[in-house]
Nanobody, 126 residues
Framework: EVQLQASGGGLVPAGGSLRLSCVAS????????IGWLRQAPGKEREGVSC????????FYSDSVKGRFTISTDNAKNTVYLQMNSLKPEDTADYYC???????????????????WGLGTLVTVSS
């Protein structure tokens, strides 16, 4: 059973930084993709960033390119999202999610990753 446990959300002023962490376990194959989606009240779910663990290929939504960086520590089975230059519009619940699909469920809005952790709230004050 795949389990994902996210942490690191909080309140930060605009222009500040936060790092989200997600500890993952239970994958039956090493060829999985893992990342972060976010959901803000009244807005569509957005695939923020994803990384394919086998080759390190990454995906970023246009809204976070150049500000967010996704990385993994395979020894710790952990994926990180370093968020810099945060904006009030980054405020949302952030969910760690994964699937065996090379980040397709992040790139294609009609697809949903199979495995989800609980959300962690990020609030950026103006």
């Amino acid at each position: 059973e795949v389990q994902l446990q996210a942490s690191g959300g909080g309140l930060v002023p605009a222009g500040g930084s936060l790092r989200l962490s997600c500890v993952a376990s239970g994958f039956t194959s090493d060829d999985y993709a893992i990342g972060w989606l976010r959901q803000a009240p009244g807005k569509e779910r957005e695939g923020v960033s994803c990384i394919r663990v086998t080759d390190g290929s990454t995906f970023y939504s246009d809204s976070v390119k150049g500000r967010f960086t996704i990385s993994t520590d395979n020894a710790k089975n952990t994926v990180y999202l370093q968020m810099n230059s945060l904006k009030p519009e980054d405020t949302a619940d952030y969910y760690c999610a994964a699937d065996y699909d090379a980040c397709a469920s992040y790139k294609e809005k009609w697809r949903i990753p199979r495995f989800w952790g609980l959300g962690t709230l990020v609030t950026v004050s103006s």
